[in-house]
């Protein structure tokens, strides 16, 4: 039973400009596209798109799915602008906690405070008897009470793990947790329960829809208990239900594990890279610089893995025939990595993935066109942090900060991603920021205005960037024949409204394999 789309405008993404009038889907393949004079006759029923516009399907290109789910499920911060407002808000959910209880806050980000501070100790630990952690925007840190820590063992005594940074004061410790050190904590939680992790993968799968995403690629299978669980939710939650399209990134960690694992591949959950972390972000100062942050002369960051370590992991990756993903923030970050890449090559016709690839120079850049090698940028870390991160790099280096146009214009392969739950995963708001490269509400050039991309550049890192990045640009990306039946249909032209509308869009459909999996309620497309 073939379904023909049309009524609307129609985007292919093949090229500027181009649409369709019409097109016909059926068992999930879009058959054809053409004019509904010359399509009709195939068509078993129609769908009318009452003026909405239609592109390929949205995907975010690098998220931690039930990490966002979890966001959902626990305290948002991420709005809070005072200590005082944090602890206020944490305060009325301890007051309620028991002793056993794990209260968890995420989004933190203290650069929004007049005061830029964190909570102390004793502030923390005054606000109730539950245990307590509080997630940093970039998860790269968090602040645990005193009774979190106990739970993992954390004392004055304890040395900070390879990797990571138990933060003290005069050889007393914080609370303060950042990269490695904050696995302590987070990964043996004993509320990390296959239904909690089930219940977080649902309601991120809702919203996510909603948002017209019709898929991402996730890095989830490290941080509850054994692969095998979040593997089961997402059997369960996405690919049963055919609700999502999930690539996963398999952690090194757990890397030869999850390999070993049953991996039933589908269109709807398929089995990706090995992922590694090469540093820490910005918000933390643990991103690994070749020079020393402008505001701590005395710190350049830190890399997770010596190099000989890196080229242990890459080299059990080729093993297995499989490419590598990097999450790599500073420029020594990527040079390190790039040099093990180019030492340990994938087989001919893979790409390596460079994740955030924020800082870089000429000869950074030289380096990733020389490689096989795809970029996957968060354009919403544009916004938000960027006065920080000026104070913390200085205006020399921020030339080369959060890179769009540059790694575009070298020809190389870019695909766009929230990396929520650090960001909200609305693509749309990722294509407002590499157009615009400011904040919503600000009137400017744009913070680094030379790396501003077009709007069509920008959609594109989200359809044909997304599927290029995970070699599947032949069947996804596009509307044209022969490609999957996913697409995102809008109430508005991304192309031609007033770019300060963007932001605002509303998603009438998101559509996966031709099925409607979300549908906005009381709207004009009704049939």
Request: charged share 20%.
């Amino acid at each position: 039973m073939a379904t023909l789309w049309t009524g609307g405008t129609i985007y292919t993404m093949t090229k500027v400009g181009e649409t369709v009038e019409a097109v016909l889907e059926q068992d999930g393949k879009i058959v054809a596209t053409g004019s509904v004079e010359s399509l009709l006759p195939q068509a078993a029923s129609i769908q009318q798109l009452h003026g909405s516009v239609m592109y390929p399907g949205f995907v975010d290109s690098h998220l931690h799915i039930i990490g966002y789910g979890e966001k959902l499920k626990h305290i948002d911060v991420s709005k809070v602008r005072s200590k005082d407002e944090l602890l206020t808000i944490i305060r009325e959910r301890m007051e309620y906690a028991t002793p056993e209880e794990w209260i968890m806050a995420i989004g933190l980000n203290e650069t929004q405070f007049i005061v830029p501070v964190f909570p102390t100790l004793a502030e923390l630990d005054a606000l109730g008897e539950a245990h307590l952690i509080i997630k940093r925007s970039c998860h790269h840190l968090i602040v645990a009470n005193s009774k979190a820590l106990a739970f993992a063992e954390i004392t004055n005594d304890t040395p900070s793990p390879e990797g990571g940074i138990i933060d003290k004061v005069n050889g007393q410790v914080t609370g303060v947790l950042k990269d490695a050190a904050l696995y302590l904590i987070v990964n043996h939680m004993p509320h990390i329960t296959p239904a909690y992790i089930e219940d977080a993968l649902a309601k991120a799968v809702t919203s996510l829809q909603s948002y017209g995403l019709v898929g991402g690629h996730s890095e989830d299978l490290s941080y509850y208990g054994s692969p095998s669980q979040p593997i089961a939710a997402f059997r369960k939650i996405v690919e049963e239900q055919k609700s999502f399209k999930v690539h996963l990134l398999q952690h090194h960690t757990v890397f030869e594990e999850v390999v070993q694992l049953p991996q039933e591949q589908s269109i709807f959950l398929e089995f990706g890279a090995m992922k590694i972390f090469i540093d820490g972000a910005f918000g933390g100062r643990t991103a690994a610089l070749r020079k020393p942050y402008s505001d701590e002369p005395n710190n350049s960051g830190m890399l997770v893995h010596a190099t000989e370590q890196l080229a242990v992991y890459v080299q059990l990756a080729r093993r297995y025939g499989q490419t590598v993903a990097v999450h790599a923030i500073g420029d020594l970050a990527i040079t390190t990595i790039l040099e093990v890449f180019a030492k340990y090559p994938p087989r001919e016709g893979q790409l390596d993935r460079v994740i955030h690839c924020s800082l870089v120079d000429k000869g950074i850049l030289e380096k990733l066109v020389a490689l096989p090698i795809a970029v996957d940028m968060q354009p919403q870390f544009i916004q938000g942090e960027y006065e920080a991160e000026l104070a913390r790099l200085g205006k020399q280096r921020v030339e080369g900060l959060h890179p769009l146009k540059s790694l575009l214009g070298q020809g190389l392969i870019v695909a766009g991603g929230s990396d929520a739950p650090i960001e909200e995963p609305n693509p749309l708001h990722g294509i407002y920021a590499a157009v615009t490269r400011r904040n919503f509400g600000e009137i400017h050039e744009g913070y680094g205005a030379r790396e501003k991309i077009s709007r069509f550049e920008a959609v594109r890192l989200y359809t044909v960037g997304a599927s290029e990045i995970i070699g599947q640009q032949h069947v996804r990306g596009k509307i044209e024949a022969g490609y999957t039946a996913d697409f995102t249909v809008f109430d508005e032209d991304i192309f031609s409204v007033d770019i300060e509308k963007v932001p605002d869009i509303e998603v009438m459909y998101t559509v996966i394999d031709g099925q409607i999996v979300y549908k906005k309620t009381k709207n004009r497309c009704e049939e």
